[in-house]
């Protein structure tokens, strides 16, 4: 087993014990019934988009990570940038103001591709 392997694997539940909230602080929160939150924990039911968004929102997490918590194949969505990666993309092409940086990450990776 790899070091992968021994984390414990992050669930919907775990997403929430780890803010310190009940399911019924959340469900009111999210202005949902305690019942869909404990549906969502379970597996039994899915969030529409909308309410994963919001529910992201609350836990504090990516889609991304909300939708693996959840045990959905994730395989293949591109995963979210970081930080960090944007600066050294933006040092690469030489681009020094954050006016200068076009709308969104994926032209800068597209403009750092066609550079090199």
Not at 105 to 113: E, F, G, N
């Given at each position: 087993m790899d070091a992968e392997e021994h984390q414990e694997i992050?669930?919907?539940?775990?997403?929430?014990?780890?803010?310190d909230i009940t399911q019924?602080?959340?469900?009111?929160?999210?202005?949902?019934?305690?019942?869909?939150?404990g549906d969502w924990e379970t597996g039994k039911k899915l969030p529409r988009f909308d309410n994963a968004t919001a529910l992201s929102r609350e836990?504090?997490?990516?889609?991304?990570?909300?939708?693996?918590?959840?045990?959905?194949?994730?395989?293949?969505?591109?995963?979210?940038y970081s930080l960090i990666e944007l600066k050294a993309i933006?040092?690469?092409?030489?681009?020094e103001r954050v006016k200068d940086l076009?709308?969104?990450?994926?032209?800068?990776?597209?403009?750092?591709?066609?550079?090199?």
């Open positions: 992050e669930t919907l539940k775990t997403l929430r014990l780890d803010l019924e602080e959340l469900s009111r929160r999210l202005d949902l019934s305690f019942r869909t939150v836990l504090g997490v990516s889609l991304k990570v909300l939708a693996k918590a959840m045990r959905i194949n994730v395989a293949g969505v591109p995963g979210d933006a040092e690469e092409l030489g681009i076009p709308a969104d990450y994926q032209t800068l990776r597209r403009m750092r591709d066609r550079q090199n």
